[in-house]
């Protein structure tokens, strides 16, 4: 599984690999993760558990279409000067929270227009999609709106395009957004 650069699997992943049924296949993985060779993420996920691959790849994987985005992403460009401990990632399907390995993943749902404003990235033989510097910074006013909290006020303004930032908020519709983000970043 390793040689064919499957970090992350599940027991479909390993039909692909061997020419198993798919009661063999999960009974395998089943067997794998009880002997602690691989490490289950979720119900019929897993990963190697000497080779974990990076917190972002493992946030794409347990829920998709998902981005890693909001304070996490911000700390990963630099716009935020504190480490992050848990992946917050947006979706355009239903929130979500697992934890895995020790980590907390949690997913916050947008409407599928703003659900852009993310670049693939990669880690060395990793990759993941991963919101840029303005779309996670309008995500975090969007999010903070929404839970009744004040934008962030604590973060590197020379690192945020204000004219992207305004465009990425005018995806979701709203107004009040829309100011915020203006209003932060002046």
Not at 32 to 42: C, E, Q
Not at 122 to 138: I, L, N, P
């Amino acid at each position: 599984m390793k040689e064919k650069k499957f970090f992350i699997f599940s027991a479909f992943d390993v039909r692909k690999v061997f020419p198993v049924s798919p009661v063999a296949a999960s009974f395998l993985l089943y067997r794998y993760a009880k002997r602690g060779f691989i490490f289950r993420l979720k119900r019929g996920l897993y990963a190697f558990a000497d080779a974990l691959p990076p917190d972002a790849c493992v946030a794409n994987r347990l829920c998709e279409p998902s981005y890693v985005s909001l304070e996490f992403a911000l700390s990963y460009w630099g716009v935020i000067p504190e480490t992050v401990y848990q992946i917050t990632s947006v979706t355009s399907k239903t929130p979500r929270r697992f934890e895995a390995s020790g980590k907390i993943y949690s997913y916050r749902r947008i409407v599928k227009k703003a659900f852009t404003g993310y670049a693939v990235e990669r880690q060395g033989e990793y990759s993941f999609a991963m919101a840029d510097a303005e779309k996670a910074f309008v995500d975090s006013v969007y999010f903070r709106l929404f839970d009744g909290k004040k934008p962030m006020d604590r973060f590197n303004k020379d690192k945020i395009n204000i004219a992207k930032a305004v465009k990425y908020a005018a995806l979701f519709g709203n107004s009040k957004l829309i100011s915020a983000v203006k209003q932060t970043l002046k």
